[in-house]
């Protein structure tokens, strides 16, 4: 049997933030013991597929406003799975609810890095260093992390260490000092000479040749630059995309071709071959997190009871998988299999007529407009 035989049947709960002071009230209110939720959900890439730079494409607002009731209540399961980050789950969900016309909550927003929340227990007190554009310090801040620098704040207290920073007219050095009181008085501790326990690549980073020498320093020096030669501490990276669809006509370098250039000159100047882990799609985690996410929608949205029995509980018949970039879309999506269901579009770095050869996926379409009205028709009947 399926759930949507009648429209009037499907639940219209609001998603909303759990700081809202209406929302327990509201929850209560619309409970719906029994009531049959939706089999299916929803996982959309953002860059390439919802938008490009900042403007949306594809039709995405239209598509992505039928996942709402009229009322603006979310009907329909959904998350945005992006590799992309560098702020905090919250402010993206507003952006995105700007962009979009629709109420996005902060739990419908996994970057690359929300996985670093994992970690928190391990590196809680410990000096960690944040690299990327946007916040990447706040962005760990917010997960749990006491103890961690952005790489701009923490090679400002470094003399030195970039060579090259007065060819730099928007150092990041400079503009630290301009706009920033000296911090390490309020510092607990002492940057210069506490060892970096671990190094979070949050987002693309921005001054490649300054990040990689700082870098490099780090780890090879076991955890303060200058130092002699000691053990790597930990490197983590959000994704690993070669190339993304961004505003320009044709792809641009992401966060994997930063992990290739670090790597190659790491191995060069150091004995032993650069450790790290990689989160992010296609890796298979990245799925198994994202449907988890998904159930706990799907509870807090069709309340019946234990959020957490909820959710560990639900099984999904199909999650579409809607991405424009084979390998790292559509070939996690497969590799992740059942429920998966790759969807490929012609919006961003796929363009090919066909399917793609190496990583076919299940359906290609040209829009995410298109991949919608394909999902609510096969699912709905509509
Ligand atoms: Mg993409």
């Known amino acids: 049997m399926r759930w949507f035989r009648s429209?009037?049947?499907?639940?219209?709960?609001?998603?909303?933030?759990?700081?809202?002071?209406?929302?327990?009230?509201?929850q209560q209110q619309q409970q719906q013991p029994g009531t049959q939720r939706p089999p299916f959900g929803i996982a959309f890439d953002i860059d390439g597929v919802i938008l490009r730079g900042r403007n949306p494409i594809g039709g995405s607002p239209q598509a992505i406003r039928r996942l709402y009731a009229h009322d603006g209540t979310l009907k329909i399961p959904f998350i945005f799975l992006t590799n992309g980050g560098g702020v905090p789950e919250s402010k993206r969900a507003t952006e995105l609810s700007g962009l979009l016309g629709v109420q996005i909550s902060p739990l419908q927003v996994v970057q690359g890095h929300s996985p670093f929340r994992e970690l928190v227990k391990r590196f809680e007190n410990e000096l960690v260093v944040a690299v990327g554009k946007g916040e990447p310090a706040t962005v760990m801040s917010e997960y749990g992390f006491k103890k961690v620098l952005s790489i701009d704040e923490y090679a400002s207290y470094f003399d030195d260490i970039d060579p090259l920073s007065q060819y730099k007219a928007w150092s990041s050095k400079q503009a630290y000092d301009k706009n920033h009181m000296p911090r390490e008085s309020q510092l607990s501790y002492n940057v210069l000479s506490d060892s970096v326990k671990g190094a979070f690549v949050v987002s693309d980073p921005v001054d490649w040749g300054r990040d990689i020498q700082v870098l490099c320093d780090i780890l090879r020096s076991g955890g303060i630059p200058g130092r002699e030669k000691g053990h790597q501490p930990p490197l983590y990276f959000a994704a690993d995309d070669l190339e993304y669809q961004a505003a320009f006509p044709c792809e641009r370098l992401g966060m994997g071709a930063f992990r290739i250039a670090l790597e190659s000159i790491f191995n060069k100047i150091h004995s032993s071959p650069l450790e790290y882990i990689s989160f992010g799609k296609p890796n298979p985690f990245a799925f198994k997190n994202a449907e988890a996410v998904l159930r706990q929608i799907v509870s807090k949205t069709y309340n019946t009871g234990n959020i957490m029995n909820e959710a560990k509980e639900y099984k999904f018949s199909t999650i579409y998988m809607i991405g424009d970039n084979p390998s790292v879309d559509i070939k996690g999506a497969n590799k992740a299999g059942d429920p998966w269901f790759s969807v490929l579009t012609r919006t961003g770095v796929f363009r090919g007529k066909d399917n793609h050869t190496q990583f076919p996926a299940n359906l290609v379409v040209e829009t995410v407009e298109e991949a919608i009205d394909y999902i609510l028709k096969k699912e709905l009947h509509a």
């Open 7 to 26: 429209a009037s049947r499907i639940p219209r709960v609001k998603l909303e933030t759990p700081r809202s002071r209406s929302y327990s009230q509201r």
